[in-house]
Every structure is written in C-alpha cells, then in structure tokens.
C-alpha cells in the first residue's frame, strides 16, 4: 500500500528591556524559534533573573503537556489504532529523513483500507517537532483547483493559476517547527486516476506534473505525502489488508461489549476482507444491537 520515491513520490537591564524580551519571547513561542527562546534565557541570566528563567522553564513544561494532549486527542478522535506498524514506521522513517530535495510518499490502495488514518497516525506521531498542513483533495477534479486548495491551506492569496507562485513558495517553505513539515494532500483519487483508453483523464497529467515539478526543488524541510486510491506507476507496493489479530482487537474494539468469540470474530474479519473500514462498520453495528455477530 505504500507507494515512496524521490520523484513522486518537502540586553541589557531596565524594565523595558523586560519587556521587550518577554514580548519577543511570547513572540518566539508563537513562532517555535528557538534560538530567540535561549537568547533570552541567557540574557536574563547574565543579570541575575533566574526568577524570570524559572518561569519560562514551568511555561514551557506547561505547554509541552497540552500540546501532548491535544496530539492525542485529535489522534485518538477515530478511536486507537490497530496494527500497520511496519508500514507506519516506514511512512514515518521517511519522513523523518534529512533528504536536500522534496521527498514525497504517496500512500496507495483500496478505498477503506486505510490511507489516511495510516497517513495522520504517522503525521501525528511526528508532531511534536514536524508541522502538519493537510489539505483534502477528494472533490477536486482539476489541476487549477488543487492549486488553489493548496495555496488556500498556506495562506497565500493567487487569483490566477500560476503554477510558479506554487513552486516558489515550496522552495522557500520555512516550517513553524523544528524538524520540518508535512504537506499532506489526502484523498488525490480523481487527480491520480488516468481514466480509461476511452475516456482519459485529462487532469491526471498536468496534476503529476506538478507534483513531479514540486519535488525536484530543494527544501530539506517540506515533505509531501499523498494519499489515493489510484495506485501510481512510482509504487513500492504493499498490503490492502490488517493481519487478522489486528482486524479481531479492532472489531472486538468497535464491538465494544458485545460478546463474541475468537473463532467467531476471526470470520468475520476474513469475511470484512480485514479493510479495517469494513471491521469497523461491522464492528459498530454489533455495538448498537442492529445486527448480532454470527457467521453464516
Ligand atoms: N490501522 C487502523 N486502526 C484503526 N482504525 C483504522 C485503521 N485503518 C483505518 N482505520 C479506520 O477505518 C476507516 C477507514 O479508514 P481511512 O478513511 O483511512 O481509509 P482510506 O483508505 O483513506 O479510504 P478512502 O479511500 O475512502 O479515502 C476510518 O474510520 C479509520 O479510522
Ligand atoms: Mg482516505
């Protein structure tokens, strides 16, 4: 299911002085920069305000526990997940590489099987250091769309296709967060999908082009991940499919206290295909009693 490659795959003293450090500090906070962080540190420091040191110390234990919770929370909001490890721990050793060009994965595979969680549960696991723009790709159809939807998600503002504002702004992409960022475009189905010999697609060309174009400029910060349904010619493939002792925590998970045993549970998953959106639906509807778990 994972598709990856290079090409297709980014002082002083005086009260006011305080104040102007502190409010570059807050500042610096807002931006992530570190290095304006332990500036100030040693300046306050040097002048014997260790008071002031220990403050900004206790703030930023404080903010490292909330920003912990809310990663999990949005992480957790689809429930756990279950299994993928080899597959998540590839995603996320990309990602995670020092590379001089645009590195881009792209995640490829039915629909259901589980692209996006798979593509967010690594994203999330990088978040504590890597910023994450999502951008969600799935109703559109054309290149000029896309690039728009894109530009929206950076806050830049382009009221004509200009593929070189794009470019431009990829290549001095600076991320608000130490180790880089994650571009992730979920949901390229239609972008992606050649079409038929009959019936081409024509915005599948000028979308991998742009892409291709993207990637082949140097940022070692910016990294792209891709998820579709399409699988593309630039894939390294893998599975569909959980293994089935994960597709039975999962169904046992969303089944939640409905009693069902193991041989049982492990035909169903078979039967789900173990695509873990087939488990979970099915899994749900044993939780709410529309149906009970029984193998035909
Ligand atoms: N490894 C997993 N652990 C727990 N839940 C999962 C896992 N994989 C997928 N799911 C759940 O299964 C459902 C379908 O997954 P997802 O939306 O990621 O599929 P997809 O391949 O992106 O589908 P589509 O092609 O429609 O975009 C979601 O509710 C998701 O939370
Ligand atoms: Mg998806």
Excluded at 176 to 184: C, D, M, V
Aim: net charge positive.
């Amino acid at each position: 299911m994972l598709q990856k490659g290079k090409h297709f795959i980014m002082a002083t003293t005086g009260i006011n002085t305080y104040r102007r450090l502190w409010h570059f500090y807050l500042k610096s906070v807002r931006k992530r920069h570190c290095a304006l962080k332990f500036a100030l540190k040693e300046k306050l420091d040097q002048i014997g305000r260790t008071d002031l040191v220990e403050a900004i110390d206790e703030y930023e234990r404080e903010r490292e526990v909330v920003v912990q919770k809310e990663n999990s929370k949005s992480s957790a909001l689809e429930g756990p997940f279950f299994g993928r490890e080899d597959l998540l721990q590839s995603v996320i050793g990309v990602l995670d590489e020092e590379q001089s060009y645009i590195h881009v994965i792209c995640i490829s595979g039915m629909p259901g099987a589980g692209k996006t969680r798979l593509a967010y549960e690594a994203c999330h696991r990088l978040l504590r250091l890597h910023q994450l723009i999502s951008v969600n790709l799935r109703e559109i159809t054309t290149v000029e769309a896309a690039f728009f939807a894109i530009l929206h998600r950076l806050n830049v503002e382009c009221k004509t296709y200009e593929p070189e504002v794009l470019f431009s702004l990829v290549k001095n992409f600076r991320p608000s967060k130490a180790a880089g960022a994650i571009l992730l475009l979920d949901s390229a189905d239609y972008l992606l999908d050649p079409g038929t010999r009959d019936k081409p697609n024509i915005n599948s060309e000028p979308f991998i082009d742009l892409i291709r174009q993207a990637i082949n400029l140097m940022n070692s910060q910016l990294k792209i991940v891709i998820t579709s349904r399409t699988v593309t010619c630039f894939s390294l493939e893998g599975d569909n499919e959980m293994n089935l002792e994960d597709g039975v925590a999962m169904m046992k998970h969303h089944a939640r206290n409905t009693d069902i045993d193991k041989d049982t549970c492990e035909g169903l998953v078979r039967f789900c295909g173990k695509i873990p959106l087939a488990i979970r639906v099915l899994g749900s509807r044993f939780q709410d009693g529309t149906i009970k778990p029984r193998i035909c």
